[in-house]
């Protein structure tokens, strides 16, 4: 009873190391301690606890790393289509608030509809200025052409929901 409660502590010791972990590997291994831990409770043969161990932690580890994985750390590449006619053309004509500084030649962000976006524009634009959402800058599908705003050209700001919440972008 006593090895079955030291594998479970190797177990939480494995998993707090993957919290700082890049790899996503420990996690396995931390499984691999628990099942090792169950075998403890009908054998003290340390053996056979370590063969559980590592068959275990190697079974987890094929099973189920690649779809834990894409399920953590999601998609990291828009497809061109999604890309080209998805995020970004939801907010065309859309107007905007600018978050942090546009410099011309530089990118700032802007807020619409409660999404964080990258922008540039051909003049600069400073903080809480009002713009209006001209489309996404070619070849970049996640940075935004936004123009400022005349006098009574932007109304009040149309509410648009996006697929990532209010991800900094």
């Known amino acids: 009873m006593v090895i079955a409660g030291i594998w479970f502590v190797v177990g939480v010791v494995l998993f707090v190391v993957e919290l700082v972990s890049p790899l996503f590997v420990m996690f396995f291994f931390g499984l691999g301690a628990w099942a090792a831990g169950v075998a403890a409770l009908f054998t003290d043969e340390l053996g056979v606890q370590v063969l559980v161990f590592g068959v275990a932690s190697i079974l987890f580890l094929l099973a189920l790393r690649r779809t834990l994985v ?26 905007a608030t600018v978050t942090r500084p546009i410099v011309r030649g530089a990118v700032g ?4 509809g409660g999404s964080y976006w990258r922008a540039v524009s051909s003049v600069d634009l400073p903080q809480g200025a009002q713009v209006r959402v001209i489309g996404h800058v070619p070849d970049d599908e996640l940075t935004l052409e936004v123009a400022p705003c005349g006098e009574g050209s932007c109304g009040p700001q149309e509410e648009t929901t996006l697929s990532g919440g209010n991800d900094r972008v």
């Open 70 to 95: 894409r399920t953590f750390r999601g998609r990291a590449k828009l497809s061109s289509d999604a890309a080209s006619e998805g995020l970004p053309s939801l907010n065309a004509g859309k107007s």
């Open 109 to 112: 962000e802007i807020s619409v």
